[in-house]
C-alpha cells in the first residue's frame, strides 16, 4: 500500500485565497483524521471522520474551516478565506479501529503558508 | 479532557548512551498508546503502538512500557545514535481521538 497520500506537498497564496487540501487515506481503513501542527500549538486535531461520516469537529478553528469526505478514498480540508495565521502543516492520517490495532498512520503533510 | 505531557522537552546527549523519554496522560481510560518519530519538515512515522491490555512493546533498540493505572509511558532508547536524532511524540487513543503529547526534541551527537 502507498500509504496516506497528500496533496498538495507544499501551497503558496495570498490571504482571501481559498485553500482545499486533499487526502486518500489508506485503503480499507475507517477513520480519517486532520491536524494542524505549528511550533507554538503542536498537533491540534481539527475534525475526524469515521466511515465517511464526520464524528467530532471540536478542533476546526473557525467557519472558515471545512472538511468533507464524500468517499471512503479521499477527504478534503478547505479554509475559505484564509488568513496568515492558518500557515502551519497539515496531516491527514487514518486509522482501522477495531480488527487491527488500531494503529495510526500519517501522510507527508501540506505545508501550509498563507502571506 | 485528556491531556498528555513529555518531559523532557529537549534532550542532547553523546552517542551510545540509554534514553528514557516520558508521557504522561491524565484519563487512563485509553484504548491504545503509540509513540512516533518525526524528522524536522517531516512527517510522522509510527515506532510503537501498545494496546490497552498490554505492559510493553519492543523494537529493535526501543522499548515502550505503558502504565495504565499510573498514566504514564516510557519509551526506552538503547545505545542512542546520531541518526536517532528526531522529535518524539505519544499520542493516546480514547474512544476515537487521538491526543498528541508536546513532544521531546532528542539530539545525540557523535
Known amino acids: 500500500d502507498a500509504g496516506v497520500i497528500q496533496s498538495p506537498r507544499h501551497e503558496v497564496t495570498e490571504m482571501g485565497q481559498e485553500v482545499t487540501l486533499r487526502c486518500k487515506p489508506i485503503?480499507?481503513?475507517?477513520?480519517l483524521f486532520w491536524y494542524r501542527q505549528t511550533m507554538m500549538r503542536g498537533l491540534e486535531l481539527l475534525i475526524y471522520?469515521?466511515?465517511?461520516?464526520?464524528?467530532?469537529d471540536s478542533g476546526m478553528p473557525e467557519d472558515r474551516f471545512s472538511a468533507k469526505m464524500p468517499n471512503a478514498s479521499f477527504s478534503t480540508l478547505k479554509i475559505q478565506p484564509s488568513e496568515p495565521r492558518d500557515s502551519a502543516v497539515y496531516f491527514c492520517?487514518?486509522?482501522?479501529?477495531?480488527?487491527?490495532?488500531?494503529?495510526?498512520?500519517f501522510g507527508e503533510g501540506s505545508r501550509l503558508t498563507v502571506l | 479532557k485528556q491531556e498528555v505531557t513529555q518531559i523532557p522537552a529537549a534532550l542532547s546527549v553523546p552517542e551510545g548512551e540509554n534514553l528514557v523519554l516520558n508521557c504522561s496522560f491524565t484519563?487512563?481510560?485509553?484504548?491504545?498508546l503509540q509513540w512516533f518519530r518525526q524528522d524536522p519538515g517531516k512527517g510522522l512515522t509510527s515506532l510503537l503502538l501498545?494496546?490497552?491490555?498490554?505492559r510493553e512493546q519492543t523494537s529493535g533498540r526501543l522499548n515502550a512500557s505503558l502504565d495504565k493505572s499510573s498514566g504514564r509511558s516510557t519509551l526506552y532508547i538503547a545505545a542512542s545514535q546520531p541518526g536517532d536524532s528526531a522529535t518524539y511524540l505519544c499520542?493516546?487513543?480514547?474512544?476515537?481521538?487521538?491526543?498528541f503529547g508536546t513532544g521531546t526534541r532528542l539530539q545525540v551527537f557523535p
Open positions: 492520517a487514518s486509522s482501522l479501529l477495531a480488527g487491527n490495532t488500531g494503529e495510526l498512520f
Open positions: 485503503s480499507g481503513h475507517d477513520y
Open positions: 471522520f469515521n466511515n465517511n461520516v464526520p464524528i467530532d
Open positions: 484519563d487512563s481510560a485509553i484504548y491504545n
Open positions: 501498545i494496546q490497552s491490555s498490554q
Open positions: 499520542a493516546v487513543r480514547g474512544a476515537d481521538k487521538l491526543i
